[in-house]
Protein backbone atom coordinates (compact mmCIF):
# COMPACT_ATOMS: atom_id res chain seq x y z
CA UNK A 1 0.00 0.00 0.00
CA UNK A 2 2.80 2.03 0.77
CA UNK A 3 4.00 2.12 -2.85
CA UNK A 4 0.59 2.95 -3.92
CA UNK A 5 0.09 6.24 -1.61
CA UNK A 6 3.89 7.25 -2.40
CA UNK A 7 3.28 7.31 -6.30
CA UNK A 8 -0.25 9.34 -5.58
CA UNK A 9 1.79 11.88 -3.35
CA UNK A 10 4.40 12.23 -6.06
CA UNK A 11 2.02 12.59 -8.54
CA UNK A 12 0.92 15.81 -6.75
CA UNK A 13 -2.57 15.91 -8.79
CA UNK A 14 -4.23 12.62 -10.01
CA UNK A 15 -7.45 12.46 -11.62
CA UNK A 16 -10.64 10.80 -9.75
CA UNK A 17 -13.66 9.41 -11.86
CA UNK A 18 -17.00 9.16 -10.36
CA UNK A 19 -20.50 7.81 -12.33
CA UNK A 20 -23.61 9.59 -11.87
CA UNK A 21 -26.49 7.94 -13.85
CA UNK A 22 -24.61 6.80 -16.87
CA UNK A 23 -22.58 10.15 -16.98
CA UNK A 24 -18.80 9.77 -16.41
CA UNK A 25 -16.95 12.40 -14.22
CA UNK A 26 -13.64 13.13 -13.37
CA UNK A 27 -12.20 15.76 -11.36
CA UNK A 28 -8.63 16.61 -10.26
CA UNK A 29 -7.27 15.30 -6.52
CA UNK A 30 -4.23 15.67 -4.44
CA UNK A 31 -4.59 14.02 -1.01
CA UNK A 32 -4.34 10.83 -0.01
CA UNK A 33 -3.17 8.85 2.80
CA UNK A 34 -2.60 4.97 4.03
CA UNK A 35 -4.42 4.95 7.41
CA UNK A 36 -4.94 1.00 9.05
CA UNK A 37 -3.31 -0.24 5.82
CA UNK A 38 -6.10 1.41 3.42
CA UNK A 39 -5.75 4.11 0.92
CA UNK A 40 -8.00 7.08 1.62
CA UNK A 41 -9.20 10.01 -0.40
CA UNK A 42 -10.78 13.32 0.95
CA UNK A 43 -13.40 15.80 -0.08
CA UNK A 44 -15.78 18.01 0.60
CA UNK A 45 -19.24 16.16 1.71
CA UNK A 46 -21.20 19.59 0.02
CA UNK A 47 -19.80 18.98 -3.39
CA UNK A 48 -21.19 16.24 -5.85
CA UNK A 49 -18.34 14.00 -5.93
CA UNK A 50 -18.86 13.15 -2.57
CA UNK A 51 -22.92 12.33 -3.63
CA UNK A 52 -21.53 10.02 -6.24
CA UNK A 53 -19.21 8.25 -4.35
CA UNK A 54 -22.23 7.57 -2.02
CA UNK A 55 -24.41 6.57 -4.66
CA UNK A 56 -21.85 4.27 -6.24
CA UNK A 57 -18.54 3.93 -4.52
CA UNK A 58 -17.07 2.42 -7.82
CA UNK A 59 -14.16 4.90 -8.79
CA UNK A 60 -11.19 5.26 -10.52
CA UNK A 61 -7.82 7.64 -9.88
CA UNK A 62 -5.66 7.89 -12.69
CA UNK A 63 -2.26 10.13 -12.35
CA UNK A 64 0.88 10.47 -13.56
CA UNK A 65 4.64 10.49 -12.55
CA UNK A 66 8.41 10.25 -14.01
CA UNK A 67 6.86 8.78 -17.33
CA UNK A 68 5.00 6.41 -15.61
CA UNK A 69 1.10 5.94 -14.65
CA UNK A 70 -1.47 4.62 -12.21
CA UNK A 71 -4.78 3.38 -12.46
CA UNK A 72 -5.89 2.24 -9.20
CA UNK A 73 -9.61 0.94 -9.42
CA UNK A 74 -11.81 -0.41 -6.72
CA UNK A 75 -14.86 0.11 -4.34
CA UNK A 76 -14.42 3.65 -1.89
CA UNK A 77 -16.68 3.35 1.37
CA UNK A 78 -16.64 7.03 3.97
CA UNK A 79 -15.09 6.33 6.63
CA UNK A 80 -17.15 8.81 9.61
CA UNK A 81 -14.10 8.33 12.31
CA UNK A 82 -12.30 11.31 13.56
CA UNK A 83 -9.05 9.25 13.55
CA UNK A 84 -9.36 8.59 9.58
CA UNK A 85 -9.48 12.59 9.23
CA UNK A 86 -6.77 13.47 11.57
CA UNK A 87 -5.09 10.44 9.25
CA UNK A 88 -5.71 12.66 6.33
CA UNK A 89 -4.83 15.79 7.95
CA UNK A 90 -1.62 14.56 9.13
CA UNK A 91 -0.64 13.28 5.73
CA UNK A 92 -1.38 16.30 4.01
CA UNK A 93 -1.12 19.46 6.41
CA UNK A 94 -0.06 21.87 4.03
CA UNK A 95 -2.78 21.51 0.88
CA UNK A 96 -5.62 20.87 3.41
CA UNK A 97 -4.99 22.93 6.02
CA UNK A 98 -6.92 25.93 4.54
CA UNK A 99 -9.90 24.16 3.32
CA UNK A 100 -10.62 22.17 6.10
CA UNK A 101 -10.26 21.01 9.91
CA UNK A 102 -11.34 17.96 11.23
CA UNK A 103 -13.96 18.49 13.01
CA UNK A 104 -15.85 21.41 10.72
CA UNK A 105 -18.35 18.70 9.01
CA UNK A 106 -17.50 19.33 5.49
CA UNK A 107 -14.26 17.51 5.59
CA UNK A 108 -14.67 13.41 4.93
CA UNK A 109 -12.87 10.53 3.82
CA UNK A 110 -13.41 7.52 2.26
CA UNK A 111 -11.08 4.42 2.31
CA UNK A 112 -10.88 1.65 -0.60
CA UNK A 113 -12.35 -1.13 0.11
CA UNK A 114 -11.06 -3.38 -2.28
CA UNK A 115 -9.46 -3.43 -6.29
CA UNK A 116 -6.36 -2.70 -7.70
CA UNK A 117 -3.50 -0.45 -8.73
CA UNK A 118 -1.65 -0.71 -12.05
CA UNK A 119 1.71 1.49 -12.67
CA UNK A 120 2.57 1.51 -16.58
CA UNK A 121 5.11 2.41 -18.59
CA UNK A 122 6.03 2.37 -22.20
CA UNK A 123 9.26 -0.21 -21.80
CA UNK A 124 8.53 -2.55 -18.72
CA UNK A 125 5.52 -4.79 -17.80
CA UNK A 126 2.82 -3.52 -15.95
CA UNK A 127 2.97 -3.89 -12.15
CA UNK A 128 -0.54 -4.81 -10.37
CA UNK A 129 -1.13 -4.19 -6.89
CA UNK A 130 -3.92 -5.75 -4.82
CA UNK A 131 -5.51 -3.11 -2.30
Not at 62 to 74: A, E, P, Y
Amino acid sequence: MNEITTYLQECKTFYLATTEGDQAHVRPFGAVCEFEGKLYIVTNNQKDVYKQMKANGKVEICGMNKGTWIRVKGTVKEDTRREARVAMMDANHASLSSMYNVDDNLMTVFAFENGTATIYSFTDEPKTITL
